[in-house]
């Protein structure tokens, strides 16, 4: 897809994405391991700041979305936490961070977007510190056969409506990039991932 006409279907859903500040149905989700995030923290695609709640040990978050209307709707709330965070409109695939800026990098929800998620896990690497974590909360290609088949009817039109991918292979990405993997749990028929990650040494 154009890269205009896929902003242009993230900032058509900003509004249903800033409901979800008030009550999150992914709140159990987002608190298995956001609360891991520490130090200096860079979040990609943070949508309308749904993980920002979750955060207790940051000291100054980057977030980063190429929807202006999703980073509208969390530059409302940004005031309410305690810590310092920056905002800014870009687009992961092309923004440039200096090596090793980051303690933590925080994903959610956007490997079903990108055209080169390995291009971008490779990215993370290079913006980690070396004793830094990288945590994923995404959703993908589930365990289930049944569902499995559902996600492989329902992908193209997903796509097409909504620009998010419903049956991607999330580990095979992680494992191909030049990250390590240090723990992965499943929920929802294994729809669900939570990835612990770090640079390979
Ligand atoms: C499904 S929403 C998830 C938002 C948020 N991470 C959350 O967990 O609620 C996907 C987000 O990824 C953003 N996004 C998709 N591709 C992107 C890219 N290449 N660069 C920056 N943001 C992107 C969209 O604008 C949207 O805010």
Not at 21 to 47: S, Y
Not at 92 to 116: G, M, P, Q
Not at 145 to 169: E, F, S, V, W
Not at 193 to 199: D, G, H, Q, V
Request: charged letters at 30%; aromatic letters at 10%; a positive charge.
């Amino acid at each position: 897809m154009d890269k205009d006409a896929h902003i242009r279907k993230f900032d058509k859903q900003a509004k249903k994405y800033e409901k979800l500040q008030k009550k999150d149905p992914t709140a159990r989700f987002r608190k298995r391991i956001i609360p891991d995030a520490d130090g200096k923290t860079l979040e990609v695609a943070i949508g309308t700041g749904l993980n920002l709640p979750y955060y207790r040990n940051v000291t100054e978050l980057t977030g980063i979305d190429f929807s202006s209307e999703m980073l509208n709707a969390a530059s409302k709330i940004t005031h309410s936490y305690p810590f310092e965070i920056n905002l800014e409109q870009a687009d992961v695939e092309t923004i440039h961070f200096e090596k090793n800026s980051f303690d933590t990098i925080v994903s959610s929800l956007s490997f079903c977007s990108y055209e080169n998620p390995v291009q971008i896990l490779n990215r993370f690497q290079r913006w980690s510190k070396p004793d830094g974590k990288v945590l994923m909360l995404e959703h993908g290609k589930s365990t289930n056969r049944m569902l499995r088949g559902i996600q492989r009817g329902i992908d193209p039109l997903a796509y097409k409506m909504i620009g998010c991918h419903q049956q991607r292979d999330i580990i095979g990405f992680v494992d191909e990039s030049q990250l390590e993997v240090l723990k992965v749990e499943r929920a929802l028929a294994g729809l669900i991932y939570f990835i612990w990650a770090r640079p390979q040494k």
